[in-house]
Structures are given as structure tokens and as C-alpha cells.
């Protein structure tokens, strides 16, 4: 077959071929056939609705305020991490200060035994 034939020119090439009759119901099929490829042969093209442009934008909003929100996190977890390290400096220095305070007790305690003895 030519493929640049139509399809009733091959039909009847295929007709005059076999011999089959105008009244045939082979014809009916082929036919039909031709009806189905005619119509379905493409696959219907799906309109575009407002809901997918709908969906397109939330999706497209949700991805704004998602960064967003993984943005402040991590600021949020760099400022707890400042802070940790501040705590940790004020522990740091409480200890000092606790040590150093006995030490000052313990010799204001040596000065007192020593000067009411």
C-alpha cells in the first residue's frame, strides 16, 4: 500500500485484491474501522481548567511561605545555637565566681580566726 493513498482508495485496492463485494460485511468492519481511526486515532486533547491554573498557584504559593518558614528555622536554630554558647559562658563563669567566693571566704575565714585567736 501507498501511504500517501486515502483511506477509500485503499479500501477498494484491498476490495478489488480479494474480491470482495460491495454488499460484503467485511466492508461494514473496515468501515468502522476507518470511523475509529478517524475519531480516536489522537488522543483527544484535555482543555486546560481554571482548576489546574487554581492548583498551579497554591502549589506555587505554598512553595513561597515554605521557604520562608525553612528560612526562619534556620535562623532560629543559628540564634539557639548563640545562645547555647552564651549559657554555657554564664555556667563558665558562675563556677568561677563560686570558686573564687570560697576562696575569699576561706580566707576572710583564716583572717578572723587568726585575728580572734
Known sequence: M???????????QWQAKHRIENNDPA???V???GIRLHYFSTP???PQSPLDDNFR?????LEVQTKALLDEAQALR????????????LHRASIAEQLLFIALS???????????Q
Not at 498557584?57 to 504559593?61: A, E, F, H, L
Not at 576561706?106 to 580572734?116: C, E, I, Q, T, V
Open 2 to 12: 501507498n501511504p500517501e493513498m486515502t483511506m477509500q482508495d485503499a479500501v477498494k
Open 27 to 29: 466492508l461494514a468492519l
Open 31 to 33: 468501515e468502522l474501522m
Open 44 to 46: 483527544p486533547q484535555k
Open 57 to 61: 498557584v497554591t502549589v506555587g504559593k
Open 78 to 89: 543559628e540564634h539557639i545555637g548563640f545562645l547555647r554558647q552564651k549559657i554555657e559562658a
Open 106 to 116: 576561706g580566707g576572710a575565714g583564716a583572717l578572723l580566726y587568726h585575728f580572734f
